[in-house]
């Protein structure tokens, strides 16, 4: 089970893109949060929507200071027809990410119950990084539904940032 407690550092996260480049959480610049955002992969009718639904808001995350990236323990083939079939042209991907490393974050891991699922992945999570790489909050799920939506996040920075409200459940 995952270490990583609210206000407390993340571990490093590095990770291939589907445009051939690689993504570090070190390299960060954000204003006031990093989303990252864990989903099942391909082969995840639920995921197909809550990615494209996150493609749509970009702009939204990008107005509150908040960077932005989607990851999957896909191939790249895989990552690349994901993209290619939601209609992701914006929204950064990641791919590849080793169980092993999404279990230093917490994430829940599945095998695969039909032929259209890769062996072994990881199930949801969502997690706000602040600027100094500690985790602000997280949310982490171990079957493919009830995630946080969107809209609730972008609330709840909103409410966050003029607050200035502390990360909680740090005890």
């Not at 191939?75 to 080793?98: D, K, M, V």
Request: net charge negative; aromatic share 10%.
């Amino acid at each position: 089970m995952s270490t990583v407690k609210p206000r407390a550092p993340v571990p490093a996260l590095e990770v291939a893109l589907t445009d051939g480049s690689t993504w570090k959480l070190s390299e960060q610049q954000s204003e006031h949060f990093t989303m990252i955002v864990f989903y099942r992969g391909l082969h995840c009718p639920v995921c197909k929507i809550y990615i494209r639904e996150l493609e749509g808001r970009l702009n939204e995350f990008a107005a509150r200071g908040v960077n932005v990236i989607a990851i999957s323990s896909d191939t790249p083939e895989r990552a690349q027809q994901s993209c290619s079939e939601w209609g992701l042209t914006n929204l950064t991907i990641g791919h590849g990410f080793p169980i092993v490393r999404a279990r230093d974050w917490g994430l829940f891991v599945s095998h695969a119950i039909k032929d259209t699922e890769s062996d072994e992945f990881f199930e949801p999570g969502l997690f706000l990084i602040k600027p100094d790489r500690t985790l602000y909050a997280s949310s982490i799920n171990s079957m493919p539904f009830a995630r946080p939506h969107f809209g609730d996040v972008l609330n709840a920075i909103d409410f966050v940032v003029k607050n200035d409200y502390p990360a909680r459940g740090e005890v």
